[in-house]
């Protein structure tokens, strides 16, 4: 596999599969975990490098009164804080008594990483 450049990184395509989009080093979807070109020596997605931020959090809506929409948007902003990306990433509703939980995780691949998932064999 050729190593991401500094030309070609963070440049995206779609998924064949779901049509997410998908960033063109991906050997794998993470969306819906298909296999997007063969490598021999690879069996497994790499670890992410690191993850420089993580956020969870829960709603519950009260016992009483009516049901909560909700749309989950997920905004990008730049260095001088303009918008590079705006995306309605869910929706949908609580009734009463019933709660969500929202994780966000920004994940980090470096070649360093995309080296070290090489070689991982299917356990069991």
Same mark, same amino acid.
């Given at each position: 596999?050729?190593?991401?450049?500094?030309?070609?990184?963070?440049?995206?395509?779609?998924?064949?599969?779901?049509?997410?989009?998908?960033?063109?080093?991906?050997?794998?979807? &993470?969306?819906? !975990?298909?296999? *997007?070109?063969? !490598?021999?020596?690879?069996?497994?997605?790499?670890?992410?490098?690191?993850? &420089? *931020?993580?956020?969870?959090?829960?709603?519950?809506?009260p016992?009483?009164?009516? &049901?909560?929409?909700?749309?989950?948007?997920?905004?990008? *902003?730049? !260095?001088?804080?303009?918008?590079?990306?705006?995306?309605?990433?869910?929706v949908?509703? *609580?009734?009463?008594?019933?709660?969500?939980t929202?994780?966000? =995780?920004?994940?980090?691949?470096? &070649?360093g990483?995309?080296? =070290?998932g090489?070689?991982?064999? !299917?356990?069991?």
């Amino acid at each position: 596999m050729t190593p991401t450049t500094v030309a070609n990184a963070g440049k995206a395509r779609l998924c064949p599969h779901c049509k997410a989009t998908i960033l063109q080093s991906a050997t794998i979807c &993470p969306a819906c !975990d298909h296999s *997007l070109r063969f !490598d021999s020596h690879r069996t497994r997605r790499a670890p992410p490098s690191f993850s &420089p *931020l993580r956020v969870e959090g829960t709603i519950k809506h009260p016992s009483a009164g009516e &049901p909560w929409e909700y749309s989950i948007v997920l905004s990008i *902003l730049g !260095d001088r804080g303009e918008e590079v990306s705006r995306q309605v990433v869910s929706v949908g509703a *609580l009734n009463p008594q019933e709660q969500r939980t929202f994780k966000l =995780a920004v994940e980090v691949f470096t &070649p360093g990483s995309e080296e =070290a998932g090489r070689g991982m064999g !299917d356990e069991g």
